[in-house]
């Protein structure tokens, strides 16, 4: 089997995999975006719109609204909400070139996981630090940061020369589109981290519409976000995931710093009255710290409260 990738489809094109796959089309890869009906046609009429350092250009790509289309690539970016991991990947399954490697770039701690249990090819996850938006159906924005960090799914797979080979082929695939990629030894303390993160900032965001300089700029919301960050990592210790508070605690403040305009996917999503996923994120914690009986009561509460707004939808609870 080549180490190499040749081929890319990226399953849920939405800002984020629309935002990498511009970024590999752009470097000259074959890249093919499946995503919604009217990003997909804005795509093939117009081209998909890269707006990114004060700069807009137009990256011509391969769109597609069926997961068919993700047959022949021997990479596939697995890109959507952690909601639709499940019933996604079971459909997937059975259009995976069998030497595929699929990479989850998704929120949450539980994506990879669940996506192996329906797929026979190797499956990695990776923590995504990257600010995007898609303002419209064809246009995406980039905020800043893009940096993935990636790693072996379970001890097994990390004792695999072949994975180790093709972590490192990925490492480079990305380098030649400008994307900086890091091995991690331990991708699961990696993904706690951004769970931190998530909870941190998104339903605060969302709730209150606003970027993280808002949040950042008022001491009560800090205070807030500390005790959040205080709950992940009590729970993160409960799972035997090593998760140090101070670390945490200042990887938490530079989030705002190195994004200050950026609204939350949440934020984004409520604004858009769509479903979130909160559910994985401070509904995760929540859960989780029930069933290991670790107090979350802070992210009860923002869980509890952006799933009351989502039930205002009308059917979107």
């Not at 070139?97 to 990879?112: F, M, P, R």
């Not at 799914?153 to 490492?171: E, F, M």
Request: some cysteine; hydrophobic content about 50%; proline content about 4%.
């Amino acid at each position: 089997m080549s180490e190499s990738f040749h081929s890319v489809a990226v399953v849920g094109a939405g800002a984020v995999g629309s935002y990498y796959g511009a970024l590999l089309a752009r470097a000259g890869r074959r890249v093919t975006l499946i995503g919604r009906r009217a990003h997909v046609q804005a795509i093939e009429r117009d081209g998909l719109r890269l707006e990114m350092a004060g700069r807009m250009e137009v990256v011509r790509v391969a769109a597609s609204v069926d997961l068919a289309a993700a047959r022949g690539a021997d990479l596939v970016l697995f890109c959507v909400k952690s909601s639709d991991t499940d019933a996604v990947a079971r459909e997937l399954a059975p259009h995976l070139d069998a030497g595929a490697l699929v990479l989850s770039l998704q929120n949450g701690v539980e994506n990879a996981a669940m996506i192996a249990q329906y797929v026979r090819q190797s499956v990695v996850p990776a923590v995504v630090y990257v600010a995007t938006a898609m303002p419209q159906p064809g246009c995406v924005r980039h905020h800043g940061g893009g940096n993935l960090v990636i790693g072996a799914i379970d001890a097994a797979a990390s004792r695999d020369p072949a994975l180790a080979r093709r972590l490192q082929a990925l490492v480079e695939f990305f380098a030649g589109a400008a994307v900086p990629v890091r091995i991690a030894d331990d991708v699961t303390a990696e993904l706690w981290s951004k769970l931190m993160v998530n909870c941190a900032y998104n339903a605060i965001s969302g709730l209150a519409q606003a970027n993280y300089a808002r949040l950042a700029a008022l001491p009560a919301v800090r205070a807030l976000q500390h005790a959040i960050v205080r709950e992940v990592v009590a729970l993160a210790a409960a799972e035997h995931v090593a998760l140090p508070l101070g670390p945490s605690l200042e990887a938490m403040e530079r989030i705002a710093v190195a994004m200050p305009d950026q609204f939350s996917s949440t934020a984004q999503d409520m604004a858009r009255r769509k479903p979130t996923e909160i559910d994985h994120l401070n509904g995760f914690v929540a859960r989780r710290g029930r069933e290991r009986g670790v107090a979350t009561p802070v992210n009860q509460t923002l869980h509890a409260l952006v799933k009351l707004i989502e039930a205002g939808y009308g059917g979107a609870a």
